[in-house]
């Protein structure tokens, strides 16, 4: 757990220099929620606190909800979202290392559904810290009273979301016009998406994850934006699927959950594959822009099922299992 954060903070460094205070003061304060959260539900299980909170559990569910919330995010929204992935879908179903689904995006996904407006109108402009609110003034407009007319001035829609929306009446060269864009593929975004890319090298090389489930995620979203993708006049090209939105973030921080997804290396790839193919269904057909915390946890219900047909062959043993066929009494 220690080595995922410290993986995390050259993308949350990116965050910050072009995004402003946001995503900082999302994760101080989820954080404090998390760990307020894990004590008090410790002391109830009777269980030493001490003990579980050095573990960095509830940490890392913590920075990754901050790093995923938008960067305007208000306080009660960011605090639904923590007690959620902590209390529920964590601790429901027995704590650390019974989870069946990613816990920091079952509380997103919460907090997505149940409130849209807060949580797709709060994405900051990639203006950069210089011209973003000051830290003082970020902390009194996320703790302040919330409102939409409050933050206009710093607020846009993400470069995916755009793009969507917009090429169906327009040219891709129109498009990229708007100033989200820049003068590269999604002015911020790719920085950020690099950033997030060297800390999951890091991990592998690590070896805290294996190559497994980012390589077939990210190879999964790459060949289905190049097959449906292709013009760039009529719908998002494979470069701004990788490069915008949490897609580096996804493949090595969030489907590379140990407990929630699956243990065989086939079935790591069969995982990645499906979080990838659900990736780009939702983000071109579905209502939200980006789709990382859905199609994780959908593949999170299948994941029992890959590790059930894709168990290594054990010594002594038949065949290994390579699928329903394969399958040996």
Same mark, same amino acid.
């Given at each position: +757990?220690?080595?995922?954060? !410290? &993986?995390? %903070?050259?993308?949350?460094?990116?965050?910050?220099?072009?995004?402003?205070?946001?995503?900082?003061?999302?994760?101080?304060?989820?954080?404090?929620?998390?760990?307020?959260?894990?004590?008090?539900?410790?002391?109830?299980?009777?269980?030493?606190?001490?003990?579980?909170?050095?573990?960095?559990?509830?940490?890392?569910?913590?920075?990754?909800?901050?790093?995923?919330?938008?960067?305007?995010?208000?306080?009660?929204?960011?605090? @639904?979202?923590?007690?959620? &992935?902590?209390?529920?879908?964590?601790?429901?179903?027995?704590? +650390?290392?019974?989870?069946?689904?990613?816990?920091? +995006?079952?509380?997103?996904? $919460? @907090?997505? !559904?149940?409130?849209?407006?807060?949580?797709?109108?709060?994405?900051?402009?990639?203006?950069?810290?210089?011209?973003?609110?000051?830290?003082?003034?970020?902390?009194?407009?996320?703790?302040?009273?919330?409102?939409?007319?409050?933050?206009?001035?710093?607020?846009?829609?993400?470069?995916?979301?755009?793009?969507?929306?917009?090429?169906?009446?327009?040219?891709?060269?129109?498009?990229?016009?708007?100033?989200?864009?820049?003068?590269?593929?999604?002015?911020?975004?790719?920085?950020?998406?690099?950033?997030? $890319?060297?800390?999951? $090298? =890091?991990?592998?090389?690590?070896?805290?994850?294996?190559?497994?489930?980012?390589?077939?995620? !990210?190879?999964?979203?790459?060949? +289905?934006?190049?097959?449906?993708?292709?013009?760039?006049?009529?719908?998002?090209?494979?470069?701004?699927?990788?490069?915008?939105?949490?897609?580096?973030?996804?493949?090595? *921080?969030?489907?590379?959950?140990?407990?929630?997804?699956?243990?065989?290396? $086939?079935?790591?790839?069969?995982?990645?594959?499906?979080?990838?193919? %659900?990736?780009?269904?939702?983000?071109?057909?579905?209502?939200?822009?980006?789709?990382?915390?859905?199609?994780?946890?959908?593949?999170? *219900?299948?994941?029992?099922?890959?590790?059930?047909?894709?168990?290594?062959?054990? =010594?002594?043993?038949?065949?290994?299992?390579?699928?329903?066929?394969?399958?040996?009494?």
């Amino acid at each position: +757990m220690q080595q995922v954060i !410290i &993986a995390a %903070l050259p993308g949350i460094a990116a965050l910050t220099y072009f995004f402003g205070w946001g995503n900082l003061i999302n994760i101080i304060w989820c954080s404090l929620i998390a760990i307020g959260a894990e004590a008090l539900i410790m002391r109830l299980r009777q269980r030493p606190v001490g003990f579980y909170i050095k573990d960095y559990s509830a940490l890392v569910t913590a920075i990754l909800l901050g790093i995923a919330l938008p960067q305007f995010t208000p306080w009660w929204t960011s605090m @639904v979202a923590v007690l959620f &992935a902590v209390i529920v879908a964590k601790h429901l179903y027995g704590g +650390m290392g019974y989870n069946p689904f990613n816990p920091a +995006m079952a509380g997103y996904a $919460l @907090v997505l !559904i149940s409130f849209p407006l807060p949580m797709t109108t709060t994405w900051a402009t990639p203006d950069g810290i210089a011209q973003a609110p000051s830290f003082i003034e970020h902390l009194a407009i996320l703790f302040g009273s919330f409102s939409v007319e409050n933050i206009d001035a710093f607020t846009a829609a993400t470069p995916l979301d755009i793009y969507k929306h917009e090429i169906s009446h327009a040219t891709a060269e129109v498009v990229t016009q708007h100033a989200s864009f820049g003068s590269l593929v999604a002015k911020g975004w790719e920085w950020v998406n690099f950033a997030f $890319l060297l800390g999951g $090298l =890091y991990l592998i090389l690590q070896k805290v994850i294996t190559w497994h489930t980012p390589v077939a995620l !990210i190879t999964s979203l790459t060949l +289905m934006a190049f097959a449906f993708g292709w013009d760039a006049d009529q719908a998002t090209p494979p470069l701004l699927h990788l490069c915008a939105g949490a897609t580096m973030l996804g493949a090595f *921080f969030i489907a590379t959950d140990p407990v929630s997804g699956p243990s065989s290396k $086939l079935g790591k790839l069969w995982y990645g594959a499906g979080v990838g193919l %659900l990736l780009y269904i939702i983000r071109a057909y579905g209502n939200y822009p980006d789709a990382i915390a859905f199609s994780v946890l959908l593949m999170n *219900f299948a994941a029992p099922f890959i590790d059930y047909y894709t168990q290594p062959r054990t =010594y002594g043993h038949g065949k290994a299992n390579k699928g329903i066929a394969g399958k040996r009494r």
